[in-house]
């Protein structure tokens, strides 16, 4: 079965690239999703089968740490990778991703091969 | 400290502009025209470790190229909305590489979230301003200074 992709970010321009790259990059997946902030991605999260998520950290509303948090409490969506997608820099904010469960982090801007290199193993 | 901040900001743009909307950018100068026809901006504060301010200036035939590249939207069928998101976008990835390339690799930062139509700069003088082209398309950059960074430029100096 092909697997699903969301791209969370508020930015429509950004989900696209992501998106672009994604398919640029390779990768096996049959289906995007995409939301605008934490609190769409736990929503598309509950009611879709989703294999890798890629989230802004940088977002109103819910951002990306919050989203991670909350994830992590829910025993159906705790084991979904997260890669987290940003422009913030600094070991602490990566860091504190991934003590929430962000399995990597890319930097923007990214290209293609970044991409690959990053998420290509969690597929 | 001014060379470091223009190559800085040189890099930042250049990378940002080539990896999302694969265009070519060269450094202007202030002599060159400015954006003209109908033109948009937007802003974004940095926030830690210091505080200042980043705008940039597009004209809309810019990001209506960009946006077809990006989005595949036609030209003509780009809403504001859409322009608007684009703008956001680039600047925030300029000022995320912007102090990528100008902090210590070990120091955190945080910046806000893009503002599109921000109101005039209250103290226009204290700006510094670079002028970029793509195409045939000048833009521009411009930091407040309202930062730690004395040795910052102003248009005036």
Known sequence: MGKKVLIVDDSNTMRKIVTRALRQAGLDFDEILEAGDGQEALAVLKKEKVDLVLSDINMPNMDGLAFLREKATDADLRGIPVVMITTEAGNDVIGEARSMGAVGSIKKPFTPDQIQETVGNLF | ?157
């Open chain 2, 1 to 157: 400290m001014a060379e470091k901040l223009d190559e800085a900001m040189l890099k930042s743009v250049t990378e940002t502009l080539e990896n999302l909307a694969f265009m070519e950018v060269f450094a202007a100068s202030k002599e060159d025209p400015a954006p003209s026809g109908e033109n948009m901006s937007a802003a974004l504060l940095f926030l830690e470790p210091f505080q200042g301010e980043i705008r940039s200036e597009f004209s809309r035939a810019l990001l209506e190229e960009i946006s077809e590249t990006v989005c595949g939207l036609s030209q003509e069928g780009c809403a504001e909305s859409a322009l608007k998101d684009i703008l956001g976008e680039i600047l925030n990835t300029i000022a995320g590489r912007f102090l990528t390339e100008l902090l210590p690799q070990t120091q955190p930062f945080r910046i806000g979230l893009p503002e599109p139509d921000p109101l005039p700069h209250p103290e226009p003088e204290l700006l510094r301003t670079w002028h970029f082209r793509s195409d045939q398309h000048p833009f521009t950059v411009q930091l407040s200074k309202l930062f730690s960074f004395d040795l910052l430029p102003t248009d005036k100096t």
